[in-house]
């Protein structure tokens, strides 16, 4: 009896002792990966000065010019017009799937909207590609000619449907879903008396919606909005098939950009051959790093708080 | 009073056409890969390795990618697996669920869930070269695990968070040692939200790129041990899309298809195998 | 000879004092029942007795409890022996996902036994004690959720007398079930409590009149008074059990 009570606690704490190595190893190699990416990106910092490189906008490794401007400003481009397509897009969507369809209705679409959540991003690149691409060209055609002279709207060069609207409207198409399924969570925790004491005021559903539901769910839609930002900013292939990649910074639409990480995935080949070219992609993807990792950490923070909000 | 009712009318109308423009891009998109895919796919495509100078258009098929990404994604998904379920068993309150460890843990894989996977192909790169090897299946199955670690994790944590108190309180309550109440309550209740979960992010897994981009390389043939490089579906589309020559877009069409199966038919199962796993969970 | 002695026993929650220095000795080989009203303290005083409150989150325990004379509070108490000793029935049954048979032979088989033969005869043996064997004998191997409230509850009886406990502490193990149920539970109590000491929660006098051999009051966490029922219920010594008794309180 004795020797199997004491080989019943054996197992125990073994298997205690693997969940904590677990549980070091994740910080263990969160720590590697952050250190690698510092240490690798090192040889460029010692040689210039942080704030050079950020804001210059000479990109031309053989000279050994690291100017990340155009791609920062490529990257914060292409995520702001899509997110300025996603999110009133995916508001609509989640109100509608919340609040308005039908049982059946919605039955039937949020599978399909999960479904779309895991698409993976080349087969959004060949979407984009085969129809984005060219619809954008033809409307980049359209505005040259008869708006020549809109600030942000005209293109500067010969459009070609490769462009940082492209690139908008792609990314908005794979990041709706997952920001569709957080606000469409949130939306369905807020309780029904809340609507209930709303209409029986008198107001129409659109109203319960935008001034009591809305309003209550605030904080967490601003977490998946931030959280949709954070996926498109940091999202790489599909983007890279159809934004133009040009190392300049975008005056328009319409014109081609290059954001960070169609950068680095476009240098893969090159980039052992020029020296510091390999520092300069490890630095622009620790950068992606830290900036990705503060808005999901902010927006989960937020995403906490509201949950537990329900539970408390 | 009627201009309220129209603001109600226009607003169902908005919402109705935002939804439909997501659903209708969405069956756009089935419907371009489907044709595109359909017509560039055949039995051969699917079989034959490709004999060479895929960029110029050269024959064979895609065989070494399907085989490619399917053991890189299996390969992940089990590495993956291996630290993901120990860690959410640990996040637990039976465990380190109330200190500030897990807090800190639980914050920092919610940080890590949204960094994107070229950040994990580009610090697998590095570690490639300081170790001087080439890219290879090792290493693509190390980036991988890393891009699908965050998902599994939180999905599991999710999983072991539902299973009651109660439950748990009652294996104690004759005995068990935490060990055994996971191992045999625990984890039989939370069954198939966890296989969905190892699914979901095998899911992942098949159609990443850019972790697998800079670590796995990429070769015409089926590696035959963890160093030699390794082709992948998503690498076949992004490599081949542009080649002026028909073959070679041809093979990037069918690699995108056999990706959107494979990817739809994993829903498909996630879907329905929860059923028959769910045989003996309490509700 | 008592079973339990209870000496000091203090529970805080935070800065909430659930228990207030309860001492008492717990006869064995009868039912005791733990009596008052609700938010007194009577679940966090049985759960003290297999440890279990080691598990609510922020609850400090002072003071000793001694089970067959061994200190069950000390830092070193041997947990898994305590546990099977003590045995537990909770208000919601609370049945594993397993079939009713490896709910049963789960505990015993973990203690050791392996022989399936030795297993199947437990299995039958604990389910005949709580009358539920002819109920579920052609479905041994169903899943154990398919069972009604009042079954699964017998159920999860069978299961604690499959480790061989000596003593069966119950929190209001009838509350969630319909009258006929309670009633097959009730007087299952009264055959076990010859081969254990039952320690019973409830707030239903009418439960505590038919069953208790000795009665513990508590009122606001304390033990305001205890004796055997005999006594209690006739002739209550303090102000809070005589209003208790004529349902002026609780």
Redesign the interface.
């Known amino acids: ?1 004795a020797k ?2 004491s080989r ?2 054996f ?2 704490r073994t ?2 002792v ?6 070091c ?3 263990g ?2 720590g590697t ?1 952050f250190t ?2 510092f ?2 990106a090192l040889p460029l910092l010692h040689r210039q000065p942080l704030s050079e490189l950020l804001m210059g906008t000479q990109w031309q490794p053989a000279k050994e010019a690291f100017g990340f401007l155009p791609f920062l400003i490529g990257s914060l481009g292409v995520t702001l017009t899509a997110m300025a397509i996603a999110v ?3 508001l ?2 989640a ?3 919340a609040e ?1 369809a039908r049982p059946t209705v919605r039955l039937l ?1 949020k ?6 959540a ?10 984009g ?3 984005i691409v060219p619809a954008v060209g033809k409307l980049a055609a359209f505005v040259k000619t008869y708006l020549p002279s809109v600030p942000l709207l005209t293109p500067s060069a010969p459009p070609t449907g490769y462009s940082l609207l492209a690139g908008g409207i792609v990314l908005a ?1 794979m990041v ?1 879903p997952t920001v ?1 399924a957080v606000m469409d969570e949130i939306l369905r925790s807020i309780p029904m008396s809340l609507r209930e004491a709303a209409l029986a005021l008198g107001a ?4 319960t919606v935008r001034f009591v539901v809305l309003r209550a769910g605030h904080p967490g839609i601003v977490s998946a909005v931030l ?1 949709g930002f ?2 498109a ?5 599909a983007v890279v ?1 159809v934004v133009g990649n040009v190392p300049s910074i975008p005056k328009s639409l319409f014109d081609p950009a290059y954001p960070l ?1 169609a950068l ?2 476009n240098s ?1 080949g090159e980039m ?1 051959s020029v020296p510091l070219y ?1 520092a300069a ?2 630095l622009a ?1 620790l950068w ?2 830290l900036s ?2 503060a ?3 902010v927006a ?2 937020f995403l ?1 708080r509201v949950r537990r909000g329900w539970a408390g | 009073m009627t201009w309220r009712r129209r603001q109600e009318r226009w607003m169902k109308v908005a919402m109705m056409a935002a939804t439909s423009l997501l659903i209708g891009s969405f069956f756009a998109l089935l419907t371009v890969l489907v044709v595109k895919g359909w017509q560039a796919i055949s039995w051969s495509m699917v079989v034959k390795l490709p004999t060479g100078g895929a960029y110029f258009g050269g024959e064979g098929g895609i065989l070494n990618a399907i085989v490619g990404s399917l053991l890189l994604a299996v390969g992940a998904t089990s590495l993956s697996l291996l630290v993901a379920l120990p860690t959410a068993l640990l996040l637990q309150p039976d465990y380190a669920g109330r200190k500030k460890f897990a807090q800190f843990l639980r914050s920092l894989l919610d940080g890590l869930w949204g960094v994107p996977s070229i950040v994990y192909g580009a610090c697998g790169y590095a570690l490639l070269v300081a170790l001087g090897w080439r890219a290879c299946l090792l290493g693509g199955l190390i980036a991988l695990a890393f891009v699908e670690l965050p998902i599994m994790v939180r999905a599991m944590d999710e999983a072991l968070g539902i299973v009651p108190k109660a439950m748990k309180e009652a294996a104690y309550a004759l005995a068990f040692t935490r060990y055994e109440t996971m191992r045999h309550v625990v984890l039989r209740q939370a069954l198939p939200s966890l296989v969905t979960a190892v699914l979901l992010a095998f899911g992942r897994g098949i159609g990443d790129a850019a972790s697998v981009l800079f670590t796995a390389g990429y070769t015409d043939n089926i590696p035959r041990s963890l160093f030699d490089p390794v082709a992948s579906l998503p690498l076949t589309v992004f490599f081949l899309l542009n080649t002026p020559f028909e073959e070679g877009q041809r093979r990037a069409y069918a690699a995108a298809f056999v990706l959107l199966v494979l990817v739809l038919a994993v829903n498909v199962l996630a879907r329905v195998i929860t059923k028959p796993l769910s045989r003996y969970i309490v509700r | 000879m008592p079973r339990i002695v209870v000496r000091n026993l203090s529970v805080y929650y935070g800065s909430h004092q659930a228990l207030r220095d309860v001492s008492v000795e717990i006869p064995d080989g009868q039912i005791t029942v733990v009596l008052g009203p609700s938010g007194c303290g009577k679940t966090t005083f049985l759960r003290c007795l297999n440890r279990l409150i080691d598990l609510t989150e922020g609850a400090k325990v002072t003071g000793e409890v001694f089970l067959d004379g061994e200190n069950i509070l000390a830092k070193d108490a041997d947990l898994l022996r305590l546990r099977q000793k003590v045995g537990m029935l909770t208000q919601k049954p609370q049945v594993f996902p397993m079939s009713i048979y490896e709910n049963v032979a789960f505990g015993a088989w973990l203690k050791g036994l392996r022989d399936k033969k030795a297993l199947d005869e437990l299995v039958r043996q604990c389910l005949q004690r709580v009358h539920l064997l002819e109920e579920v004998r052609d479905r041994l191997f169903a899943p154990a959720f398919q069972l009604s409230v009042g079954q699964q509850q017998r159920l999860c009886l069978a299961r604690a007398l499959a480790v061989e406990p000596e003593v069966l502490l119950c929190d209001e193990p009838t509350s969630a079930l319909d009258p006929l149920s309670a009633q097959k539970v009730e007087e299952l109590f009264r055959e076990l409590k010859e081969r254990y000491t039952i320690v019973l929660v409830t707030h239903s006098l009418r439960q505590a009149k038919r069953l208790a051999d000795y009665v513990l009051f508590f009122y606001m966490g304390e033990l305001v008074e205890h004796g055997p029922a005999q006594q209690v219920f006739s002739e209550p010594k303090e102000e809070q059990t005589k209003a208790f008794l004529t349902g002026v309180i609780g």
């Open positions: 009896m199997v009570m019943r606690l197992w125990d298997f205690t693997l969940l904590w190595g677990a549980g190893l994740v910080i190699l969160t990966l690698a990416l240490w690798r009133p897009l995916s609509l969507t109100v509608y799937l308005y679409l599978p399909m909207v999960d479904l779309m895991g698409i993976p991003s080349v087969v959004y690149g060949v979407f590609v085969l129809v198409l709706s569709i129409t559903r659109w109203e959280l954070a996926r900013f940091g999202e790489t292939m098939m990480p680095i995935a893969y052992m390999d992609l490890m993807a992606l790093f990705v990792l808005v999901n950490l989960q923070h906490r």
